[in-house]
C-alpha cells in the first residue's frame, strides 16, 4: 500500500487515536500530517531561496527580501514577498513591521529576561517555529531549548502552526521531568493564546514574551535554525514528512549527546541539563565554571 493510501485510510477511520491507527498499517505520523501546499511551483521555489537567504542573513525585511529576489532573476513585488514571508514565519532581527502578531483579545505578556543573569538548567526555557522547505510543499519545525545548557527538550514538525501544534511540543517537554521557572516565546498568535499561556500559568510558570519585531530577545533558538538547516536540512534535502523526520531526530539526538559547543567549554548540551559525567583525560580539560548567562539586549 502506497504512502497516500495510508494517509487516506488513517483519514477514513475515526476509531482510536490518530498515533494509534497510524501503527496499525505502519504509517509514520509525520507522513500522514504531511500535505502538500497549495502554492504555485514558482512561489515555492522563491520560498526556498527566501528561507537560505534569510538563514544566512536574518537582517533582511520585506524590501531587502525583495531586491535579494530581484538579484536573482525574479521580478518580484513588495505583496508577494510580504505574503510570503507571513507564510513562512519569518521577520528581520532589526525592528520593523512585524509578521508574528497576537490575535486581537489576546494578552501580550512583557519581555522578562533583560539583564537577567540565568543560573542553571530549568530557569529559561524557550520555544519558536521555523520553516522547512520541501519538494512539493512544505512543513513547520517547532522546538522548546532549555537556555542554560541548550538542550532541545522536544521538538515536533507539522504541516501548521496551530496552536494544538505548539502544544504538543510543550507537552513532550515537560514529560523531561522538569519546569522552567520562565518560559520565553514571540507574540505570534499562538503563544498568546489562552490555551498556551494558561498552560504555562497553571504551573506557576512565568510568561516571557520578545519585543514586537525583536527576534535577538530569543537569539539562542534562532541559532538553533541556523544550526539545523545549514548542518541537516540543506545537505539531506528531505524529500517528504518521513524522511525529515529521521534526519531530524537524528541531528537533534547529535546536537544534545554528541555535538561538543564552544561556549560549553567543549561540553554537550547534556551534559549541562543531565549532569553527564564529563569523561575527558584530565590532561586535556580547560578549568570549567558554569556559564552564568547574561541577557543584556538593547
Known sequence: MSV????????DHDQGSIAARCR???????SFYYQPKGESGLNLELMRLMDQEFTTHCFHGVLGMRDFLRQQGYWVNEKRVRRLMR??????????????????????FPYLLRGVEITGPDHVWSTDITYIAMPKGFMY???????????????????TMETAFCLEALGEAFLQGGEPLIFNTDQGSQYTSIDFTSTLLDRGIKVS?????????????????????QQCIYRHAPMDGRELYAIL????????HQRAHQHLDGLTPAHLYLGL???RPRGIKPTFKQPQLTISTP
Open 4 to 11: 497516500a493510501h495510508k494517509r487516506q485510510a488513517v483519514a
Open 24 to 30: 496499525a498499517i505502519d504509517l509514520a505520523r509525520s
Open 87 to 108: 507564510l513562512m514565519g519569518l521577520e528581520a532581527l532589526a525592528p520593523k513591521p512585524g509578521l508574528s502578531n497576537p490575535a486581537p483579545g489576546h494578552k501580550v
Open 141 to 159: 519545525l517547532t522546538a522548546v531549548m532549555d537556555w542554560y545548557s541548550r538542550y532541545v527538550l522536544s521538538w515536533k514538525i507539522g504541516n
Open 209 to 229: 514574551m520578545d519585543g514586537k519585531g525583536r527576534a535577538t530577545d530569543n537569539a539562542f533558538i534562532e541559532r538553533l535554525w541556523r544550526s539545523v538547516k
Open 249 to 256: 531526530a537524528e541531528y537533534f539526538h547529535y546536537y544534545n
Open 277 to 279: 559525567p564529563d569523561n
